[in-house]
């Protein structure tokens, strides 16, 4: 089963989330927290990380970086922010993220989206 | 006897120290954790979303509150809700009524954490004159209410704008909220007004999406007697990248050192090199400022550190 990483500074952004793609059918867990999350990505295999954290991919910690370098494939990293600061964004792309999506999020075409990435990845 | 008046009081001390600790544990029980208590609600306002049944209405004002909070959250996350549905829900739970309510009758913060939470609402045209005749003193609360009703009647965002005030350090989330309400926002008629937001908020836009088209009226803005509005409309020549001539040159004359500094950053930053910056050196010069050549000598040290890099 595919497995799906939610992590996000409002509770209610992740619940929000967690309820959108439930239907795919896959294994969705939510971190709590920022720290959690780098803790769930280094001790799991997750196939897609959706996230609204942005302090682990800019702070230099070079953790796309270090999810690369493990045996098990790196998840696909989705960034969601109310962010719309060009700097911060290609600094995100630099970083190593797949792919940045803004809220407000249109359910359907996140569930277009996120079905697309689970069937491609082997 | 003595040991008597001593013990006695003593022990009712106790039973009244433990009934209040008691009443305190009953109270953070039944509140239960809050966090759950807006995932409950986050859940059932998406199945109301996705299935149509209301959810049923708050009996508690801290349920009200929750819903409302709920509520803002989603909207802000998900394209879910549409703004008829967000009508319905506001009427049918009572959420619009208390919240009006609370921003007329609350405190500063009451009042800013109520118009942020009515923000995702749409209101009826009674509601929102109610939200005019508001004057919040509270930055965060003006904003919110400028936001209210602005979402209310967007064809009169001019006017709404032209008799308010906001400090000019919240014209970029005015900005980025009303992009995210999909208000559109009529440039040429805030140009129009030469009163300082609108003026603020069409220079936001217009350096936010670079519209050339623009360019003249931002000069325009110049000649304006607020230090906020020339820097802001500095701030959108060089993000548009101007041609550097004298009527920016004399827009900074009466600007203190450390502002005109701030100015040539600006432009340096937007990519601006010594050359096309000169008419600066030029009149910093005449003055004899210690920012004659700054551009050239900026430009020289970055070009060293990189090289040491």
């Known amino acids: 089963m595919r497995k799906i990483l939610l992590a996000f500074p409002s509770p209610i952004a992740a619940e929000s989330l967690s309820l959108v793609l439930g239907t795919l059918g896959a294994q969705i867990i939510v971190a709590a927290s920022a720290r959690a999350m780098v803790e769930e990505l280094m001790a799991d295999s997750y196939s897609l990380l959706l996230t609204g954290y942005l302090a682990p991919f800019m702070c230099g910690d070079d953790l796309v970086d270090r999810l690369s370098r493990r045996s098990a494939p790196r998840p696909t990293i989705f960034v969601i922010s109310h962010l719309r600061c060009e700097h911060s964004l290609l600094s995100l792309y630099e970083s190593g993220v797949d792919q940045f999506l803004s809220f407000p999020l249109s359910p359907p075409r996140l569930l277009r989206k996120v079905a697309e990435e689970l069937s491609s990845r082997p | ?309």
């Open chain 2, 1 to 309: 006897m003595n040991a008597l008046s001593i013990f006695l009081p003593l022990c009712l001390l106790l039973l009244l120290a433990e009934g209040v600790l008691l009443l305190w544990l009953a109270l953070r029980v039944g509140r239960g954790d809050d966090t759950d208590s807006l995932r409950q609600t986050t859940a059932r306002l998406y199945r109301y979303a996705t299935d149509g049944g209301l959810p049923p209405p708050p009996r508690t004002a801290r349920a009200r509150q929750q819903m409302a909070e709920s509520l803002f959250s989603l909207t802000r996350h998900l394209s879910l809700l549409s703004p008829t549905e967000r009508e319905r829900l506001g009427r049918r739970c009572s959420l619009t009524y208390h919240l009006v309510r609370r921003a007329e009758r609350g405190g500063a913060f009451a009042t800013a954490d109520a118009l942020q939470l009515l923000s995702v609402l749409p209101l009826s045209d009674d509601y929102a004159e109610r939200i005019a005749r508001l004057s919040p003193a509270e930055p965060l609360a003006q904003l919110y209410r400028l936001l209210i009703l602005v979402c209310h009647s967007p064809d009169r965002v001019a006017e709404i704008l032209s008799g308010s005030s906001l400090p000019a350090y919240l014209v970029p989330h005015l900005v980025a909220r009303l992009e995210e309400c999909r208000v559109e926002i009529p440039c040429r008629s805030l140009f129009a007004t030469r009163q300082s937001l609108p003026l603020l908020v069409a220079l936001r836009v217009v350096a936010r999406y670079e519209l050339a088209d623009y360019e003249e009226e931002v000069f325009g803005a110049l000649t304006l007697p607020s230090g906020e509005v020339r820097f802001a409309a500095l701030t959108a020549l060089a993000k548009l990248g101007a041609t550097v001539d004298r009527r920016i040159v004399e827009a900074t004359s009466a600007m203190t050192l450390d502002e005109r500094r701030g100015v040539m950053r600006l432009f340096l930053r937007e990519g601006y090199s010594a050359r096309a910056l000169h008419l600066f050196d030029e009149a910093e010069a005449a003055v004899g400022s210690p920012l004659a050549n700054y551009a050239a000598r900026r430009l020289s040290l970055r070009k060293r550190n990189l090289i040491k890099i």
